[in-house]
């Protein structure tokens, strides 16, 4: 991806995490261009656009999507190849809530079905990533 062409990051996060997570973990790894965010780093004007899946099994997912493209077009002038959406690590990672979401692939295809570009990860706990090295998580993959 040429990351200097994005001027929109979204980041999906799981309904039932964001009950007990106020977010602050992906905004900050986006403001700080870490973790899956590194990739970013030379790109300081990009819009960072964080929203909630609606539940199982991503239920807002498709509707939000076509807002963002409606909005960044008209109030922004932003086409939809310059927004790329995150799918968060609440989502896709082994992690301090549950398992990988099993809904990964439909969410993905609605995503991709829309003309975006979509990436896994987000905010990387040193917990989390303690445990996949301890072999209690699940592996993941944060060049994917
Ligand atoms: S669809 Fe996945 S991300 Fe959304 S609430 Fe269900 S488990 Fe969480």
Same mark, same amino acid.
Request: net charge positive; aromatic share 8%.
């Given at each position: 991806m040429?990351s200097?062409?994005?001027?929109?990051?979204?980041v999906?996060?799981c309904?039932?995490?964001? @009950?007990? &997570?106020s977010?602050?973990?992906?905004?900050n790894?986006?403001?700080?261009r870490?973790?899956?965010?590194?990739? =970013? +780093?030379d790109d300081e004007?990009?819009?960072?656009?964080?929203f909630n &899946?609606?539940?199982c099994?991503?239920?807002?997912?498709?509707?939000?999507?076509?807002n963002?493209?409606k909005?960044? +077009?008209?109030?922004?002038?932003?086409?939809?190849?310059e927004?790329v959406?995150?799918?968060?690590? &609440?989502?896709?990672?082994?992690?301090?809530? =549950?398992?990988?979401?099993?809904h990964?692939?439909?969410?993905?295809?609605?995503?991709?079905?829309k003309?975006?570009k979509? +990436?896994?990860?987000? =905010? +990387?706990s040193?917990?989390?990533?303690?445990?996949?090295? @301890?072999?209690? =998580?699940?592996?993941?993959?944060?060049? @994917?």
């Amino acid at each position: 991806m040429e990351s200097g062409k994005i001027k929109i990051i979204g980041v999906i996060q799981c309904d039932f995490a964001r @009950e007990r &997570c106020s977010g602050f973990g992906c905004v900050n790894s986006f403001t700080e261009r870490i973790d899956a965010f590194a990739r =970013y +780093k030379d790109d300081e004007k990009i819009m960072l656009v964080p929203f909630n &899946c609606g539940g199982c099994p991503g239920r807002r997912i498709s509707r939000v999507a076509s807002n963002l493209i409606k909005r960044a +077009k008209k109030k922004a002038e932003v086409e939809k190849d310059e927004i790329v959406i995150h799918l968060a690590s &609440c989502i896709v990672t082994d992690n301090g809530h =549950y398992p990988p979401c099993p809904h990964i692939d439909y969410i993905e295809k609605i995503l991709k079905r829309k003309g975006l570009k979509v +990436k896994r990860g987000s =905010y +990387k706990s040193r917990t989390a990533t303690r445990r996949r090295e @301890e072999g209690l =998580y699940e592996s993941f993959d944060w060049d @994917e």
